[in-house]
């Protein structure tokens, strides 16, 4: 069993940047690979980054391609999500997953177990 809780979610205004943290209980951190999800209202949740377990090999999703970073700490059993050059589009609910098995991209929420309560992140324009 793996609990997740984000944090650092927040207002800020387009062209601004913010970090997400995804931190993990247990002791097995480092065997799961994590991925970042958001779902901005009525719209279905979508993958917007992921990394391996070792932090290895990274995805992200076009959209969010060359502004977004995703990195690791397992001795902190912590995932990070730094969001740069926000856009009022990237308003959303971002939430943070971990899976385990075979590594594939595109990642997709179906082959997470794991999630977290979710962070609000709002791009004022």
């Known amino acids: 069993q793996v609990q997740l809780a984000e944090s650092g979610g927040g207002l800020v205004q387009a062209g601004g940047s913010l970090r997400l943290s995804c931190v993990a209980s247990?002791?097995?951190?480092?065997?799961?690979?994590m991925g970042w999800f958001r779902q901005a209202p009525g719209k279905e949740r979508e993958s917007v980054a992921a990394?391996?377990?070792?932090?290895?090999?990274?995805y992200f999703a076009d959209s969010v391609k060359g502004r977004f970073a995703i990195s690791r700490d397992n001795a902190k059993n912590t995932v990070y999500l730094q969001m740069n050059s926000l856009k009022p589009e990237d308003t959303a609910v971002y939430y943070c997953a971990a899976r385990r098995g075979i590594w594939r991209v595109p990642s997709i929420d179906s082959d997470y177990v794991y999630w977290g309560q979710g962070t609000q992140v709002t791009v004022s324009s």
């Open positions: 247990g002791r097995t951190f480092s065997s799961y690979h």
């Open positions: 990394i391996t377990w070792s932090g290895g090999s990274t």
